[in-house]
């Protein structure tokens, strides 16, 4: 059986991918010399390993085949194998992800897997025996084995160099040298965990098979790969692209236009997922069902597989979508990114850009004026590890949960990476940027009250089954200028928006009144703005955020749970709070339908966008076909057995679990009177008790980073049937802003 994906054409070549490319146009010289502009761009910013360094690499990979086939000798003369059995008994290491694709960088860790017979047991010999070897070597240090993740893993270092090794346990009794894992026949009968353990070699190998130029393919992929690190969009866990996901894109891409260089290569990698009508699915080969009867990814069959939002196919067998955890925020914020690469990527076809503009990084601290701040800590580096392991696999459900119980008006967009108060040992914590739905009118005074979600979501957290004391989380609402000063470089926070935000405003405006316009207003610049008014801009919105719009604040009761009192007060927006780059309510397009994101779909940072639908396919002078007829083509590859699959979204199966939870605080929160009524917007949570608390009752007050803790003097509780936490609840401590006090006091004087 053939490789899937492969044809051949007419003139004899073999054709890549499931449909026929766009374009086979060569490259012009002006792209020959853009392509070593980048690549000499991506050498200076250090991308590349040096030649020791690979040349260490090298050796840990040999020094730990030579380890595994003692180790598997050994077991076979534990298990008491007769000598010749033991001589011929063998275990290998293959590599996978960025180090097999050959685009790593400096200090990356190398993806490995040993391959096993069937006789050397995951449990017992893999996370017993070969544990123990390696722990007790002078090379090896950090040793952490996690055989209780969905793909057990063991992570260490070894000379330096990180290492993740996998396990599969093959039905064979003898592992041969030249072992071609690529086989379908590989995978009969053996565990689930080893299909996935061996998932990501056999995905690897078939990414190299299926692109056209290897070398091209590696370029354009170490370039995407910097681009989204730099724009914030690089975590699979978070629910945006990880490395095999951005391997997936670019190898379309490749195949789309087979002769094309790196340059053009990213110019059409942004063009064609600008115009890309999600949830169609991207695949490098056609599906293949397989004799071995393994799930496949098909939303035709399996109602779950109709939710994904970005579904990426794998290609090797058993297909499945790489990109399970995106959600509909996350998919607005990259679809948001792919339209302002395309910008960028049509100025610099004109030269009026540069490579910077393309990598400039992502101002996340200065895009929101709202954020929830969530804070792990644990009692010991051990125990800091897992918690961080088991929160961070979690975070995606806060974000599900919050766009499910506003109806999709309140946005998330989670920051990628953790952060640590040095001050504070055994500590990290994580961001969300929140704003509304952008392109829906505003209500006087809307609130949206997250705060049973959260009680939902430490709930689910806090059920890890190997809870010890001392993991905590705390969940916070902390507005833009509180944000702590430890998440800014040197501890120092910026005095003013940095450049990077200003371009990053200029380019929304580019989005709604067109490049031209604002190139000339800018002496054909393109895509930089001055600071000035960005600056008054934030400092209106901050004294517009002070102003008191109500002496009263809502107040919800969330049940108890482990010793954590929450900083979360409603989050409330008025007609004057936008996050547009003039100061104007919003115009943009927003979500129509579950995974459908409209054609020029913005709003990563409250940009405007324009009512007007946006065309991202650009001239192109060094490709034949026309800008219609290069548009025409991707509507070509999107209409396939898969098009427009998903429309019946269903609930996500890991929300389902909380649903008797949330019913079990409805029904026994008692009949209280729901004040929530003359909200214009009506939170999810309408039901549960609400109570209204006097800002000027008796508190007693305590400073915390700009905000007040407020204890209430009088405040009841009713009676909540829930699990039992392990200390006594205490009287609930409501966090308000202290400058809607002082406005407050100033009035009433």
């Excluded at 948001?336 to 395309?342: A, K, V």
């Amino acid at each position: 059986m053939g490789i899937p994906g492969l044809s051949d054409q007419n003139n004899g070549q073999q054709r890549l991918g499931i449909t026929e490319p766009i374009s086979l146009a060569g490259p012009s010289e002006d792209d020959l010399i853009k392509t070593r502009e980048l690549e000499k761009y991506l050498q200076g910013v250090g991308l590349y390993e040096s030649q020791e360094e690979a040349v260490g690499r090298e050796e840990v990979l040999g020094r730990l085949d030579q380890i595994v086939k003692i180790w598997v000798k050994n077991i076979s003369r534990g298990k008491g194998f007769n000598e010749q059995l033991v001589q011929e008994a063998n275990a290998k290491i293959f590599t996978f992800g960025s180090y097999r694709l050959g685009v790593h960088g400096p200090g990356a860790d190398i993806d490995t897997l040993c391959v096993g017979p069937r006789h050397a047991t995951r449990d017992e010999d893999f996370f017993g025996e070969l544990r123990k070897m390696l722990s007790e070597m002078q090379e090896v240090t950090e040793l952490h084995p996690v055989p209780d993740a969905h793909v057990p893993v063991m992570k260490f270092k070894f000379n330096g160099v990180s290492v993740d090794l996998l396990y599969a346990r093959l039905a064979l009794w003898v592992i041969p040298e030249d072992l071609d894992i690529s086989q379908e026949s590989i995978l009969q009968n053996v565990d689930e965990q080893t299909v996935l353990s061996l998932n990501g070699c056999r995905v690897t190998d078939q990414v190299l098979r299926l692109v056209p130029n290897i070398q091209t393919f590696r370029t354009t992929l170490r370039c995407m790969r910097f681009w989204a690190k730099r724009r914030g969009v690089y975590s699979n866990v978070a629910g945006f692209l990880g490395g095999i996901n951005l391997a997936l894109l670019v190898a379309r891409i490749c195949q789309l236009y087979p002769n094309a260089l790196p340059n053009m290569l990213v110019s059409r990698f942004f063009r064609v997922y600008t115009q890309w009508r999600w949830p169609n699915p991207v695949m490098l080969c056609a599906i293949e069902e397989g004799s071995l009867g393994l799930p496949v990814w098909d939303p035709r069959r399996n109602p779950k597989d109709r939710y994904h939002l970005m579904p990426i196919i794998t290609p090797a067998y058993p297909c499945m979508n790489s990109t399970y955890n995106v959600t509909s925020s996350t998919l607005r914020v990259m679809s948001d990114e792919f339209q302002r690469g395309s910008e960028i990527c049509e100025a610099m076809e004109a030269s009026k850009a540069d490579w910077n503009a393309l990598f400039e990084p992502y101002p996340f601290f200065e895009s929101y004026k709202n954020y929830l701040q969530i804070d792990i800590t644990a009692e010991n580096a051990d125990d800091l590890r897992q918690w961080k392991g088991w929160v961070e696999s979690r975070l995606r459900q806060l974000t599900l949960k919050i766009e499910r119980h506003t109806y999709g008006m309140l946005q998330c967009h989670p920051h990628p990476g953790e952060f640590s108060d040095k001050s504070r040992p055994f500590h990290h914590c994580y961001f969300m940027g929140l704003q509304r739905k952008q392109g829906v009118p505003v209500n006087e005074g809307e609130q949206f009250d997250i705060r049973l979600t959260v009680e939902e979501f430490k709930h689910s957290v806090n059920a890890y089954t190997l809870w010890k004391p001392g993991m905590d989380i705390h969940v916070s609402h902390v507005k833009r200028r509180n944000i702590p000063a430890y998440i800014f470089p040197g501890g120092v926070r910026p005095s003013g928006p940095s450049k990077v935000t200003a371009e990053n405003k200029q380019s929304s405006k580019l989005r709604a009144s067109g490049h031209g316009q604002a190139e000339k207003s800018q002496g054909g610049k393109g895509v930089a703005v001055g600071a000035d008014d960005v600056k008054k801009r934030r400092r209106s919105e901050d004294d517009m955020d002070n102003s008191s719009k109500n002496s009263k604040s809502p107040v919800s009761l969330p049940p108890p749970s482990r010793e954590v009192n929450e900083d979360m007060t409603p989050i409330k927006w008025d007609e004057s709070e936008v996050n547009s780059s003039d100061g104007q309510k919003s115009k943009k397009l927003c979500l129509t339908s579950p995974g459908e994101i409209p054609p020029g779909d913005s709003g990563t940072n409250g940009s405007v966008a324009s009512n007007q639908p946006v065309n991202p396919i650009l001239a192109a002078t060094d490709i034949s076909s026309s800008k219609e007829e290069e548009k025409l083509a991707i509507e070509k590859i999107m209409s396939g057995p898969y098009d427009a699959h998903q429309a019946f979204p269903e609930e996500p199966e890991e929300l389902e679990d909380d649903t008797q939870y949330r019913t079990q605080v409805k029904d026994t929160a008692g009949s209280l009177e729901n004040i929530t009524e003359s909200l214009a917007l009506k939170p999810a949570v309408a039901e549960e008790p609400v109570v209204y608390m006097e800002t000027t009752c008796s508190t007693s007050l305590c400073s915390n980073e700009g905000l007040e803790e407020l204890e209430s003097a009088e405040l009841t509780a009713p009676l909540l049937t829930v699990p039992p936490a392990p200390a006594p609840l205490k009287k609930p401590l409501i966090r308000l802003n202290f400058t809607s006090l002082v406005k407050a006091a100033d009035k009433s004087s």
